[in-house]
């Protein structure tokens, strides 16, 4: 993979991603408390898309950007 996104797509992805994984932990902490599959269900897809968007800062690719599509950063 080659990269598509400067210096400061890579630090919005970054930051993105750690937002997500820390809106993951707090809704898994809260569907393990009361028992709720909707917490659990959404934190594990808050917790996916946290580690795809660190996973794009590293690998500086967008997927969005490596289909053909312009995105702002």
Do not use: E
């Amino acid at each position: 993979m080659q990269c598509n996104i400067d210096q400061r797509g890579r630090s919005i992805r970054q930051w993105i991603g750690i937002a997500c994984l820390a809106i993951a932990v707090v809704l898994l902490y809260w569907g393990i408390a009361s028992r709720g599959l909707g917490f659990l269900i959404t934190g594990a897809v808050f917790g996916v898309a946290g580690v795809f968007c660190v996973y794009q800062a590293r690998a500086g690719y967008c997927v969005i950007r490596g289909m053909g599509m312009k995105t702002p950063f």
